[in-house]
């Protein structure tokens, strides 16, 4: 028996969803089927299928009280919107639904785990708690023993009021575990990250706090994953009011990961090594599944908490995309992203120079467009005399620019937006370190109307960030200060 609350919403999602153009959606990045979006949740393969569930508000394009969206795909790049899987209709979720993950069960079911949250109104306290419900891939019933881990359960000294983002795996001998994001009581109210364990699925007891906050990394500690990868175990998660470090955490509320050894007899994570999951300015929240052949992929929400407000709407039905999904690996103790395999086959139309002088600035012939990839390779035409900064400009016209650009006696790289369309003064600029391996910089570009994610090198770093600007602003150019070589391919996608 499905819940009126949930009909409602599945019947509004399909109505308004309908008034809302494919044009102006991203083309192979998910949007919300109408509203809101934020975190990814219950990033899956079931039955044939990627899944990836959602924080939504259907009703409005600001945050509100979270249902989860749903939607389907056979290659992580073209979605299907299914119906809402939940809604808050019970007391222990009434006042929301928020992030958690998925996972098939041995009878053929899957399994969704995320926080519900209720209101103690004669302590004026939020509640977060787990709670489960098991489904066939389009319907879910709420577990009628829900919560499942509730706060009955935190070790001495954890706030109710942060418990939350469980992220479930199974292990080989069939057993299952899921971290939670957790924060101490008081000041000043650092995070951890709390292990859990369970022979089903459905009954859990507490077993470690795998890693705690010493107040490096901000202060709570948000949407928790964990997994093994390439021999190290990583952690990621999202701080909130996270300090600068370097070039590094600019963000306030930005993403972390941490590399090191799991000592799974004592039940803790001892990092090693650390570093921004991306170094834009749009990326949150990130979730990661691991792949039928193996493969560890990686989803965020394209979207920065700080700028939520600000970006405006300007009159559009939804609000909020994914990003692209990336493939990861470790190499020398550092986490490497890559687009998605998936996304090679949806090329055409290539384009290609090699050896081009850049001395000023240069438009090329067919490298334009809103929906595309770009490989870019720049290097100074003598080794002994260095350009002074390298730009690309896209989504540009006589109005509006989005501008990569490099200065190699500094080893930054910089993307710009400051002219992409913004009519306020929020977010518009982050800067990475980068190491251009033979005095060679190697850029990937990848454009989806409303978005451009930069991956640098070979997956080292990614940079990421929502442009706004009118769809038809859609010239590329390359200014070099002083005197550089570039070899570029393009590729029209879809």
């Excluded at 964990?226 to 998660?237: M, Q, S, T, V, Y």
């Excluded at 749009?282 to 979207?303: K, N």
């Excluded at 200065?407 to 930054?412: D, G, I, L, N, Y």
Aim: charged residues 25%; glycine residues 10%; aromatic residues 12%.
């Amino acid at each position: 028996m499905i819940n009126q609350k949930l009909l409602f919403a599945r019947d509004y999602e399909k109505k308004a969803g309908k008034k809302i153009g494919d044009e102006s959606r991203p083309k192979f990045h998910l949007s919300p089927c109408v509203g809101w979006m934020n975190d990814p949740n219950g990033f899956s393969f079931y039955q044939g299928e990627y899944h990836l569930f959602y924080q939504s508000n259907p009703y409005d394009t600001v945050w509100d009280t979270m249902h989860w969206g749903h939607a389907v795909s056979r290659d992580l790049l073209r979605w299907n919107y299914l119906p809402a899987a939940l809604a808050p209709d019970e007391a222990y979720d009434a006042e929301g639904c928020f992030s958690g993950s998925a996972l098939p069960l041995a009878d053929g079911r899957q399994l969704l785990m995320y926080t519900g949250v209720r209101r103690e109104e004669e302590r004026g306290e939020t509640i977060q708690a787990q709670c489960i419900a098991v489904g066939d891939g389009r319907n879910y019933r709420k577990y009628e023993k829900n919560p499942i881990i509730d706060t009955s359960a935190l070790p001495e000294g954890m706030s109710r009021s942060d418990f939350r983002d469980p992220k479930i795996w199974q292990e080989e001998d069939g057993s299952f575990h899921c971290v939670a994001g957790a924060r101490r009581s008081g000041q000043p109210g650092l995070g951890a990250i709390l292990l859990f364990g369970s022979p089903d699925g459905f009954s859990w007891k507490f077993e470690s706090v795998l890693v705690e906050n010493d107040g490096r990394f901000g202060r709570m500690w948000e949407c928790p994953d964990f997994f093994a990868l390439d021999g190290k175990h990583i952690l990621l998660c999202s701080p909130q009011d996270m300090l600068p470090e370097g070039l590094e955490y600019h963000n306030g509320n930005g993403t972390l990961c941490l590399v090191g050894e799991y000592d799974k007899a004592e039940k803790k994570f001892r990092w090693e090594k650390h570093q921004a999951v991306d170094g834009g300015i749009d990326f949150y929240a990130p979730q990661t599944m691991l792949a039928p052949d193996g493969r560890r992929i990686m989803i965020a929400w394209m979207q920065n908490w700080e700028t939520c407000d600000q970006n405006g709407t300007d009159g559009k039905k939804w609000f909020g995309q994914m990003t692209l999904p990336r493939e990861l690996s470790v190499k020398n103790g550092r986490l490497y992203q890559q687009p998605v395999r998936e996304l090679l086959a949806c090329r055409s139309n290539k384009v290609e120079y090699h050896g081009i002088f850049v001395s000023g600035e240069l438009v090329l012939n067919g490298i334009e467009g809103r929906v595309l990839e770009l490989e870019l390779t720049v290097r100074a035409k003598e080794a002994e005399n260095p350009y002074r900064k390298f730009s690309v400009c896209f989504a540009q016209d006589n109005t509006y620019r989005t501008t990569l650009s490099y200065r190699p006696h500094e080893s930054v790289l910089k993307i710009d937006r400051t002219y992409s369309g913004s009519r306020r003064a929020y977010v518009h600029q982050r800067s990475s370190l980068v190491s251009a391996g033979n005095g060679e910089l190697k850029l990937r570009l990848i454009l989806d109307r409303f978005s451009a994610e930069v991956f640098i090198g070979d997956g080292e770093q990614v940079m990421t960030a929502v442009i706004m600007t009118d769809l038809s602003a859609k010239g590329f150019s390359f200014i070099a200060d002083g005197e550089a070589v570039m070899d570029v391919i393009k590729y029209d996608l879809f």
